[in-house]
């Protein structure tokens, strides 16, 4: 059971949570079908770490960003300086 | 009774003879002590068969008499099986052999020994196939013959239930190293949970000499001392997942059956010890092979002789020590062979009551009834598999050790190496202070771990497989010659070769066969036993019941305020989600004429409702909603429809403005939960800037629908403070009141239903005292509830959509129909992008209006609709009889090509045959241009 | 039926059954060491403001604590730029009224809206570790410890909030899982033979 460090709740168990996936950048406007659908439905997946959103449902409700290694599930809060 | 094989007081024995009982083995009654396990008593009066094996049903005796016999599974009352060697006898207990019949002793089954050569492993990919029209009876066939208890669903539910836990140190296994551990951690300031698989602590010391037991008593006594340590006997850790969160099934307590531990340990302390192994010989499952430790077990703590006359097979001090114990025993040892010096067993021949010969290596043969062997040891590391080590193999020592192991996980005893009992619990000390140190983040963190010196490692010999072929897996009946036979059909991974021939698939999971199998695999292949490797082990490393993992039923319900009204009209209760909800009460079609003719009131409570507060709220319903809210005015309701990124119908609802500021947003009831989280994806990720607080209020408030042509008039009785004349109060307009009595109540005109109506929100405590009023107060107005059936139908009458129900995972809003409210000149919304680019196209399915020509017909829902007999081009999404209109009317999917009004199509009802239905000019069947609702 | 109306907790109150501040409420007494009370009647105000803005600072509670004011309201800092309100039956308006003017506030009245239940007893942590995953150990959730979490898989807001030498804690869900939570707690107190006490 994965412990997912809440930045307002402390390391809580996943199962808590919704994972929202791995974080894409939303396009602005003027973006053609292709690379909108490419946010839409494509996701690098790769083995290692991984920039991913979280939601704390049964917590503060907040969503929250972290880096997951796919390949162990360790866990850790984003770098401080990307909390920018 | 009697019990011949029963032993005078043994020092170290966990029996108290002062509580004799009997219970039954196979309708025959058998003597016990306290502390007997099933297996000891009846090795006490003699028995030595206990069960059939799995495949060719050879008659089987104790191995191990541990926990892990494979031997021993039995049947206890209605619990099938009960693991014989490890279960306490108990007063009356009724007790009966699994997989044999009729009888233990004369098991017809024993015919697939005659033909054991066509049942080698793997018989069933290459039997048992064709012709496909028998298969049930061939699994009737191999049902009879398959093994397990018997399941009786006659017998009354037990009580699992579980807990959590949060030890800093979690120890698994209670010998003398785990013990030690758990007291070093303890005295470092660490709360400990030692959890040990058997009755009692102490591992090998059990059944060890005066000095073991000695020590033994002393670390008890240590234990019983500590509070901070918490002991859990005959528990199990079964499995170890993502950052140490550890599974233990709790099974010593008085009024559950097994409780379930999900502990979060900070240090996992894995003393699990070693496993004996088997020899493998022609002839080593007969009734009478025993390994050393279960010899000494039965001797020295259940005052047990195993037998009369035996040869002991020894390469290892433990060996040693049984000879000596057999002696003591006063078994006739007749030969001691020493594996050290080059002796071996060829083979053991035996009939049905066991053992009768042993054919030494030097051609000597023996007569005698028991052969005890002690051949080498299994470090069980599957816990630590679970932590993503892969255990390395030691030549010298002929065994696995664990070998890599996260910062979290530690070991100690004899998984981890050997030397004299000091030398153990030093190591298991050092570890304990060091799993405390790293649980209470001790200087450094993890970065500075330090793990306690080594441990010395024995050398012993490396005896796997004799010379010549015997069982390797008495669970599922696997021989070493099954494991050489699939290497030369080509599965010559280790991997392989245990799906195919199910070898350390049953239930010990490896813990007696899995060396064994790679000794053999290697041999075969010819490469070595540490590049062969094991197979990956996956909790749980114990089978576990059903029971424990369910544990006490944890599904919420939620209940409308009016729910003790609904059941005590007797309202058919519909469960919707995780509500409860009422679908009818008794007469739905009725229920549909008074709200047409008179007027009916229905619980919607459960519709998805939100407070929405701030400055910025026109601008979050704009980005959210395909249409505009700019200029909603305060007073005002609009209806409104959200697609997802992909256009894509995610929602619909009304909105209110309540106030300059505020807001009443409503969701359909099964999207509650979603639009509560996409509304705060928004406002927290993409838009944080905005000034809107949005606040769930679908609990708090009981929603009531008041619908019918004399709704107005009912209204009026109940309602103070709000002027109900149409041109005060026109449809799509929301005011606020007091409803007999209760301040704070909104009430809005909209119409799902087709007629006039207002739909009331009350503060949820008062919702039953409106509730009951309006039935009151409406008596002569006709006024009666009507459920969800009902509401279901009047708005089909009038072709409103329902999400989820009339759209798909793939309908975006053109093909809903939508058009009208999509405002695609709007700055941005959700799914803007790709409904522009469904607007330019063409080839999408279409939401139409259906009815049968046949108006006495309803097609099922989700009828497909078809063309030239077997092209699917739509399918029915709602369908229902119209007690309006007096038949059938639908809402479907078709084709582009099929979507103009008029056109005749085919629907295909399940199993049946096919109706022409005709496509309608517009959704709604009855009143369309509604009339009615905005009177 | 021109009476006042009477406000019902989702909870069907353990007879005998009384009326009190406009509620149907449960008037049962109860000695036992491990005890249930339905106290759904309390006012409850539903707060949300600019963490570090004028509201958060008069609050002056955290997120995670919980707290009593001036007025005898407790104050929960239930989650960022969020504040519960539990006051008694009545004493909700004034304490909305008392807040100070801040630019962004939403006051929403969630009296209707969460049942409130409260278990007192030195058992109470052995109850909820059966169905609630958080570590209660004092050094972990001490008294005027304040989370939200799953409790027997339900979303629940949970403070420690002792009473009378007694560790106790408060429990609140949105009311429409009420009865399940209450049902639930029973369930896991029958252990320690838990007994049900009125509000009054």
């Known amino acids: 059971m994965i412990l997912v460090p809440c930045p307002h709740c402390g390391a809580r168990n996943a199962s808590e949570f919704r994972c929202v996936g791995e974080q894409r950048a939303r396009p602005g406007d003027g973006t053609g079908p292709e690379p909108w659908r490419s946010y839409l439905y494509l996701r690098s997946n790769p083995a290692g770490w991984v920039t991913e959103g979280w939601y704390h449902r049964a917590g503060c409700r907040r969503y929250l960003t972290v880096e997951r290694d796919t390949l162990t599930n360790e866990v850790r809060p984003l770098p401080a300086e990307d909390l920018a | ?935 | 039926m021109a009476e006042s109306p009477v406000a019902r907790s989702p909870i069907a109150p353990a007879p005998p059954v009384a009326l009190a501040h406009g509620w149907e409420v449960s008037a049962r007494r109860s000695t036992a060491a491990l005890r249930i009370t339905d106290c759904t009647p309390l006012d409850k105000l539903l707060v949300r403001a600019l963490a570090g803005g004028v509201v958060a600072g008069a609050f002056g509670v955290p997120f995670g604590r919980a707290a009593r004011d001036m007025r005898d309201v407790l104050v929960v800092g239930s989650g960022p730029g969020e504040w519960t309100l539990l006051a008694r039956p009545g004493a909700g308006a004034a304490a909305a009224a008392a807040l100070p003017d801040d630019d962004l506030t939403s006051v929403v009245d969630l009296t209707s809206g969460r049942a409130l239940i409260r278990i007192s007893g030195a058992h109470t942590a052995a109850l909820l570790a059966k169905v609630c995953a958080i570590d209660l150990a004092e050094d972990v959730t001490p008294d005027g410890a304040a989370f939200r979490t799953s409790v027997a898989k339900l979303v629940t807001d949970v403070v420690r909030h002792d009473h009378d030498g007694e560790r106790s804690y408060l429990l609140h869900c949105e009311r429409s899982y009420g009865q399940y939570l209450f049902d639930a707690l029973l369930d896991a107190g029958a252990e320690y033979a838990i007994d049900v006490e009125g509000f009054v």
């Not at chain 2, 009815?851 to 092209?871: F, K, L, M």
């Open chain 2, 1 to 935: 009774m009697s019990a011949p094989y029963r032993l005078g007081p043994q020092p170290g024995e966990v029996l108290d003879r002062s509580r004799a009982f009997s219970f039954t083995w196979n309708g025959r009654r058998y003597p016990a002590y306290e502390g007997d396990t099933i297996v000891s008593a009846l090795a006490a009066s003699g028995e030595r068969v206990f069960s059939r094996s799995f495949k060719y049903h050879r008659p089987r005796g104790v191995l191990s008499a541990s926990y892990h016999d494979p031997n021993c599974t039995v049947q206890v009352g209605d619990e099938p099986n009960v693991r014989a060697a490890h279960r306490r006898a108990a007063p009356g207990m009724d007790v009966r052999a699994q997989n044999a019949w009729p009888s233990l002793r004369y098991d017809v089954k024993s015919a697939n020994q005659i033909v054991g050569r066509f049942l080698s492993a793997g018989f069933y990919y290459k039997t048992f196939i064709k012709p496909q029209r028998l298969w049930p009876l061939y699994d009737r066939i191999l049902n009879r013959f398959s093994a397990g208890g018997v399941l009786t669903h006659a017998e009354p539910h037990e009580y699992y239930d579980k807990r959590y836990a949060h030890p800093d140190v979690l120890v698994a296994g209670g010998g003398p190293a785990g013990i030690s551990g758990a007291l070093a951690a303890a005295e470092s300031g660490a709360s400990v949970l030692l959890v040990e698989e058997e009755h009692e602590l102490g591992g090998h010391l059990r059944w060890g000499d005066q000095a073991e037991r000695a020590a033994l008593a002393e670390l008890r006594a240590a234990l019983a001392a500590n509070p901070a340590i918490e002991v859990l006997t005959d528990s199990a850790v079964t499995g170890r997942y993502d950052g140490n969160w550890v599974a233990v099934v709790q099974r010593n307590l008085p009024q559950v059956t097994e409780r379930l531990i999900k502990a979060r340990a900070k240090t996992l302390v894995v003393a699990a010890g070693l496993i004996e192994r088997p020899y493998v010989f022609e002839g080593n499952d007969l009734p009478g092979v025993l390994l050393s430790t279960a010899a000494r077990r039965l001797i020295n703590t259940h005052a047990v002789r195993p037998g009369d006359r035996a040869v002991v097979l020894t390469a290892n001090p433990e060996g040693d020590a049984a000879a000596a114990d057999l002696e003591c025993a006063g078994v006739d040892v007749a030969r001691v062979v020493d594996a050290r010096r080059g002796g071996d067993v060829v083979r053991v021949l035996g009939g049905r009551a066991g053992v009768r010969q042993v054919e030494c290596g030097d051609g000597w043969k023996v007569a005698c009834d028991l052969l005890v062997t002690a051949v080498g040891w299994t470090a069980p590391t599957a816990l630590l598999n679970m932590a993503g080590d892969r255990p390395a193999y030691s030549e010298a020592a002929a065994r696995f050790f664990p070998s890599k192991l996260p910062d979290d996980v530690l070991v100690t005893g004899g998984i981890a190496g050997d030397g004299t009992l000091d030398e153990l619990i030093d190591h298991a000390r050092a570890t304990g202070r060091e799993a405390a140190r790293r649980a209470l983040g001790g200087g450094g963190g993890w970065g500075t771990t330090m793990a306690p010196p080594a441990l010395p490692v024995a050398e012993h010999p490396a005896l796997f497989r004799g010379r010549t072929h015997g069982f390797v897996d008495f669970s599922e009946d696997v021989t070493s010659k099954d494991l050489a036979a699939a290497v030369h059909e080509g599965y010559d991974s280790i991997e392989l070769v245990k799906r195919y021939t199910t070898a350390t698939m049953g239930p010990s999971q490896g813990k007696l066969e899995t060396v064994n199998t790679v000794a053999v695999v290697a041999e075969a292949t010819g490469h070595s036993i540490g590049d062969t490797g094991t197979t990956v082990w996956r909790p749980p490393y114990v089978p576990v019941t059903l029971g424990a993992l369910a544990g006490r039923s944890f599904e919420p319900v939620r209940y409308s305020p009016l729910q003790p009204w609904h059941e005590r009209a007797g309202a058919k209760p519909l469960v919707a989600g995780a509500w409860i909800r009422p679908d009818h009460y008794g007469d739905s079609a009725g229920e549909v004429r008074n709200v047409r003719t008179n007027v009916g009131i229905i619980d919607v409570t459960p519709l998805g409702k939100f407070d929405l507060r701030g400055p910025d709220v026109p601008q979050l319903l704009n980005q959210l909603y395909v249409n505009k809210w700019s200029k909603l005015d305060v007073g005002s309701v609009r209806y409104g429809v959200m697609c997802a990124e992909d256009g894509v119908v995610l929602d619909d609802g009304v909105v209110g403005r309540l106030a300059a500021d505020r807001y009443l947003l409503t969701s359909t009831s099964s999207g509650a939960g979603t639009i509560e989280e996409w509304i705060e994806s928004w406002l927290q990720i993409e838009r944080p800037d905005w000034r809107v607080y949005a606040t769930p209020v679908t609990d708090a408030y009981a929603s009531i629908n008041v619908a019918g042509p004399r709704s107005r008039e009912l209204l009026a009785r109940v309602a103070d403070g709000v002027d109900l004349a149409p041109e005060a109060f026109g449809y799509m307009r929301v005011r606020s009141g007091r409803i007999v009595g209760v301040d704070g109540c909104f009430l809005w005109r909209i119409g799902f239903t087709g007629e006039r109506s207002y739909e009331l929100h009350v503060p949820a405590a008062y919702g039953l005292h409106v509730w009951e009023a309006l039935l009151d107060r409406g008596a002569d107005l006709g006024v009666a509830p009507f459920g969800i059936e009902a509401q279901r139908i009047l708005r089909l009458e009038k072709g409103h959509l329902i999400v989820g129900q009339d759209t798909d995972g793939l309908t975006q809003a053109y093909g809903a129909g939508l058009d009208w409210l999509v405002k695609l000149d709007k700055e941005d919304f959700v799914g803007r992008r790709e409904l522009a680019w469904q607007r330019g196209r063409d080839d999408y399915f279409r939401l139409v209006g259906l009815q049968p020509v046949d108006g006495s017909v309803v097609p099922a829902e989700a009828s497909q609709i078809v063309e030239g007999g077997n092209t699917i081009v739509g399918r029915i999404t709602s369908s229902r009889m119209s007690p309006t209109l007096g038949r059938s009317v639908c809402l479907g999917f078709v084709a582009p090509h099929l979507a103009a009004p008029g056109t005749t199509v085919s629907v295909q009802l399940p199993g049946g045959p096919l109706i022409p239905a005709t496509v309608m000019a517009q959704h709604a069947h009855f009143d369309p241009e509604g009339v009615r609702q905005r009177g």
